[in-house]
């Protein structure tokens, strides 16, 4: 339809866009559905390609929209007080709108690819959400079923919570795994034994899916408060699926919700009731946390920003240089008040690095699509940032001016960045060590030869694994955050050094030995990676085989058979076949 230059116009943008925006979200929630299939029919592969083609779709119907808008508005339709309007029209439709918050999100990002900087304030986009939190589309009480001991047992009460799933592969041995589970909450209640008439379970409708497992999320109530849980459902190839554990301890559900793992596959047709459902689970989630975690990574930058603005609002203190060793290709800035670091592309990179800004930007959207298996930092991409000047120290502005001016922008009180990533802020693993026991350091380097093991079980090779490129979680874990060298485990070719009798044999045979563009010799992570004696010994006394190129060319091999190895995001110790074998 040709749109007419008339009082109509900005209600026929404002449906344009909500036309969009639906064809995103039913988009979005079929292949999320396929989820499950996927789960039952252990198809991981499937599973694994329908998670990262997920992650662009936003985009392509954000595009899409924009496309049909220039090509129905005249040229004379991208002014401002037009667009006001557009803004009141569309936040008609939103008032029982289930997804109203997303919907947001999208006009937004219409708006600013269409619009220059100046034009974001709050008349024109949604800065600040209309969604009254106070009263959601649908009532939280709505994503989840109760189910009541006092009627039918607890025993019975698991099993028709099993039930209700309507899993079609069967359970291997379903009794078995409800006795492991009453087990093991007793022995990890916090509120201790409750008579069943003191109980009530609260199930969310739908399993959380992600890699090879389903997680099934609830709580039980009690009159002293709330125990949440975690069910991880697991399919053995060939058997059915089985319980694998139970878990209510607030450290391992965070770990599991946390920005080091893919995004979840729910079905959530009232995200903003489901969020507020798990903040009361897991109140030190942010709600930027939790859209993100279930697959809403867009509306995660949103809320992400809107906590960033706030906090800005109420806190004084100063950007500053991130602590550690400058990088050779980002530039890495923190507010310590903040738990976050904003990396910038610097302008020129060092001359060891033989590659260009697209390739970075890849590398970074590489990460972003593929599952980062917990070792892997989840980052927010941003365009056209503005920060207030004041909040910059001088030695900080200075620095950002001399190394990536290509991106900077200052206009009156605002720095503005073109293109910025955001990671939560986390301890470097080199300035972790420095200040660390023995005991920690060989804690923290066998959690390092780990996270090497599973990241490269996932397919994919950090490039460069110097210790300055990991960091320490508060939750005690390794994780990579420095993505400018990462590639495909599968793209690398893995060599043996020459077998030597000393030391100093190997010295002389690394620097000798001839080596073509993508060969890796695993040997030399015992000098480069780990030059210290006393680290290198903690690593390779419990992860030999990371030195041996064969050990990765077998993992190579597994890749290339389809094969999709387990990474638990539990200790293995938690595991029912571990704490209750028979």
Excluded at 25 to 48: G, I, N, P, S
Aim: glycine content about 4%; some cysteine.
């Amino acid at each position: 339809m040709a749109l007419k230059t008339s009082a109509n116009q900005a209600r026929q943008i404002a449906e344009i866009i909500l036309k969009g925006f639906r064809k995103h979200f039913r988009l979005f929630q079929q292949v999320t559905a396929r989820a499950r299939q996927r789960f039952e029919q252990a198809d991981w592969q499937a599973y694994q390609q329908d998670s990262s083609e997920r992650i662009q779709f936003y985009d392509l119907r954000v595009n899409e929209t924009i496309s049909l808008l220039r090509q129905q508005l005249p040229a004379e339709c991208l002014n401002e007080p037009l667009w006001q309007q557009v803004k009141q029209h569309y936040l008609e439709y939103l008032l029982f709108h289930p997804q109203a918050e997303l919907a947001e999100t999208f006009y937004n990002s219409v708006f600013c690819r269409l619009f220059a900087r100046k034009y974001f304030h709050n008349q024109n986009i949604f800065v600040e959400s209309t969604l009254d939190k106070q009263h959601l589309p649908a009532p939280i009480a709505s994503v989840y079923q109760s189910y009541f001991p006092a009627q039918d047992g607890l025993k019975q009460s698991i099993r028709n919570i099993i039930a209700a799933f309507g899993f079609n592969t069967p359970f291997i041995d379903l009794e078995h795994d409800i006795r492991c589970v009453l087990r093991s909450f007793i022995s990890q209640s916090s509120h201790g034994a409750f008579p069943v008439h003191l109980l009530r379970l609260d199930i969310l409708h739908t399993p959380f899916f992600r890699n090879k497992a389903a997680y099934l999320v609830g709580r039980v109530v009690t009159p002293q408060g709330q125990q949440p849980f975690i069910i991880p459902l697991l399919h053995a190839e060939g058997k059915g699926l089985y319980l694998d554990t139970l878990l209510t301890d607030p450290e391992q559900m965070s770990i599991i919700f946390g920005f080091s793992r893919a995004y979840f596959m729910v079905q959530c047709p009232v995200p903003s009731a489901l969020v507020h459902f798990l903040r009361e689970l897991l109140p030190h989630k942010t709600l930027a946390e939790l859209y993100a975690a279930i697959g809403l990574h867009k509306q995660g930058k949103t809320e992400f920003y809107r906590e960033l603005l706030t906090h800005l609002e109420r806190s004084r203190d100063r950007f500053v240089a991130a602590p550690g060793i400058r990088g050779m290709v980002m530039m890495v800035f923190t507010l310590p008040s903040f738990p976050y670091v904003f990396k910038v592309i610097r302008d020129t990179f060092s001359e060891t690095k033989q590659f260009d800004r697209a390739t970075v930007k890849a590398r970074y959207q590489l990460v972003k699509q593929h599952d980062r298996v917990g070792r892997m930092a989840d980052t927010l991409e941003y365009s056209d940032v503005a920060l207030p000047k004041a909040r910059f120290t001088p030695e900080l502005l200075q620095e950002l001016q001399d190394s990536i001016a290509g991106s900077l922008q200052i206009e009156d009180e605002l720095v503005v960045i073109k293109h910025l990533y955001i990671e939560r802020r986390m301890t470097p693993l080199n300035l972790y060590l420095e200040q660390a026991s023995t005991a920690d350091k060989a804690s923290i380097m066998d959690d390092y030869g780990t996270a090497i093991k599973e990241m490269i079980a996932a397919n994919i090779f950090p490039g460069d694994m110097l210790l300055k490129n990991f960091g320490v979680t508060r939750h005690k874990r390794v994780v990579f955050y420095d993505y400018d060298e990462v590639q495909y485990l599968l793209d690398v070719n893995f060599r043996s050094l020459p077998k030597v009798d000393s030391f100093e044999a190997a010295l002389e045979a690394e620097a000798n030995c001839w080596a073509a563009p993508g060969d890796v010799f695993p040997e030399q992570m015992a000098t480069f990676v780990t030059p210290g004696a006393e680290i290198r010994d903690m690593l390779f006394s419990k992860h030999p085989e990371l030195l041996d190129a064969g050990y990765w060319r077998q993992k190579q091999y597994r890749i290339r058979q389809g094969l999709v190895e387990d990474i638990f995001p539990y200790p293995q110790a938690m595991r029912f076949c571990h704490l209750y074998p028979e």
